[in-house]
């Protein structure tokens, strides 16, 4: 148990034991993806404005990219990417769709495709 | 952390919080019985070894949700939770997002004025001259109010909720279930007032389906599944501009 | 803010996200395929420019992922930051557009 300062005074607040369980687990990663994914934003959008100023500036960027660090990254934004759809699937299913037991199997679903889209790209390197 | 098969500990080592929000643990050691509750467990320790330990319970058979509290960090019944599916160390605690008034003892009035907020009351449409209402038990929306209608109140799910922590002003998995369960009451005159008073950025779509609420519910209760509900129904009335 | 507004930028968040599934599973396969076969940025945008229908596509993708983002930023940023109120409201405004023309700004670099 912890001390938190909220509104209205301090609370006792619960910690991760309470917390450690699959569907939160699936929140805690959808959150950090989005999180990631809408930062890398910008940057992925300054990368592929480089086209403006003709191949050349586009080429010297995917060559820059080819660096194994940044291929590593791409494989993990990949990864990020899944993760964040697949999640986003369960959860639209959850809110939209009527409610099923099978539903909880969703989050091993989700996991597997996500862990197979990343994979589909960092094979391409082997 | 459960105990071994077979476990030869003669006494329980506990931890007990006292005080209000500030506050510490203070430790016990309490005889390990056959068959023993958490709540045997807080009552020896109140009766035989400190007379100042405040805490709550009523029925002490797993009714009234009266005896609630944190269990080494999971907020549980403590007359339904058995020693031996904790383990040999406790750590007892009141329950979580709520004002402690002493030890382990909380103010629910928040919890129940939330209930309030979302309206979760019946609204009468009808007087005892009008006969009665039909409702056919196996209706789609009864099978829904069935699924939800055993809450007790107890306040584990609340206690257990993320968003009820960051936004004090979050109605909470208990409120908004209750609301559902009226929502879908073919007999009750405000259902669009009573999804005006749940919907929106305090209520039921601030929930981002951590599931806790329905992993604690010690009546089963699936109060995610509840609130999903009310996002769907309440998506309805507001573009139909009625919201 | 109003609470059916609040409702809205729910629904809004939701169906940007089927928008989004859709646009992120053809963005995916399209990039791997364009990893497989290691093409350059000259064989890329051979095939991009003049592209009016992909051009569409990703004008769209654009659109829809800061409309998305932006109300999701909302949610963390309020229960995180404890932050509420018109200011984050219209810093997120500000930042969806923003977004939105810097993501135009690309698809014109690679698809006019």
Not at chain 1, 92 to 105: D, H, I, N
Not at chain 2, 44 to 57: C, F, K, N, S, V
Not at chain 2, 117 to 145: C, E, W
Not at chain 2, 212 to 235: D, H, M, N, V, Y
Request: hydrophobic share 50%; proline share 3%.
């Amino acid at each position: 148990m912890g001390l938190a300062r909220g509104v209205g005074g301090i609370r006792l607040k619960s910690d991760w034991r309470t917390r450690n369980h699959p569907a939160y687990w699936a929140f805690v990663v959808h959150r950090a993806s989005g999180l990631a994914l809408a930062i890398f934003l910008p940057f992925h959008f300054w990368a592929l404005g480089q086209a403006l100023g003709g191949p050349a500036r586009l080429e010297n960027f995917l060559r820059w990219a080819d660096q194994p660090l940044v291929k590593a990254g791409e494989v993990g934004l990949v990864l990020l990417l899944a993760a964040h759809l697949t999640g986003g699937v369960r959860l639209l299913m959850l809110e939209f769709l009527a409610w099923r037991e099978w539903q909880k199997g969703l989050l091993a679903v989700s996991a597997g495709i996500s862990v197979l889209a990343a994979l589909a790209y960092a094979l391409n390197f082997v | 952390m459960t105990a071994p098969v077979g476990s030869t500990a003669r006494t329980l080592e506990v931890r007990v919080w006292r005080g209000k929000e500030a506050g510490r643990y203070q430790s016990f050691e309490v005889p390990r019985q056959e068959s023993q509750t958490i709540l045997d467990v807080v009552t020896y320790i109140q009766r035989e070894l400190d007379h100042t330990l405040a805490y709550r319970y009523a029925c002490r058979v797993g009714m009234c949700g009266s005896c609630a509290m944190t269990i080494n960090g999971k907020a549980r019944w403590t007359c339904r939770t058995h020693v031996t599916s904790v383990g040999d160390r406790l750590e007892i605690a009141p329950l979580a997002n709520l004002p402690v008034v002493k030890d382990l003892v909380t103010d629910m009035a928040p919890f129940f004025d939330k209930w309030a907020r979302a309206k979760g009351h019946f609204h009468a449409t009808q007087t005892r001259r009008d006969g009665f209402a039909a409702v056919r038990p196996d209706s789609p929306q009864r099978l829904q109010i069935d699924a939800a209608i055993e809450c007790i109140g107890c306040g584990v799910c609340y206690s257990s909720c993320d968003v009820v922590h960051w936004l004090p002003e979050f109605l909470g998995p208990a409120a908004l279930n209750r609301a559902w369960t009226l929502v879908n009451d073919v007999r009750d005159g405000a259902r669009v007032e009573r999804l005006a008073a749940v919907a929106g950025d305090a209520g039921c779509h601030a929930c981002h389906t951590q599931m806790t609420c329905t992993e604690r519910c010690p009546k089963r209760l699936q109060p995610t599944a509840a609130i999903a509900g009310l996002k769907r129904a309440s998506l309805v009335v507001a573009l139909a501009g009625a919201l | 803010m109003k609470v059916r507004t609040q409702v809205l930028l729910w629904g809004a968040q939701r169906y940007t996200a089927m928008v989004l599934v859709f646009c992120v599973v053809v963005h995916l396969i399209t990039i791997v395929y364009a990893t497989r076969y290691g093409l350059t940025a000259a064989q890329i945008l051979d095939r991009t420019q003049g592209n009016l229908g992909w051009a569409a596509f990703y004008a769209l993708f654009v659109a829809a992922v800061a409309v998305h983002a932006a109300i999701g930023m909302r949610a963390i940023l309020s229960e995180l930051l404890d932050w509420r109120g018109a200011a984050l409201d219209a810093l997120l405004v500000c930042g969806a557009v923003g977004l939105t023309l810097w993501g135009w700004r690309a698809v014109w670099g690679v698809f006019a």
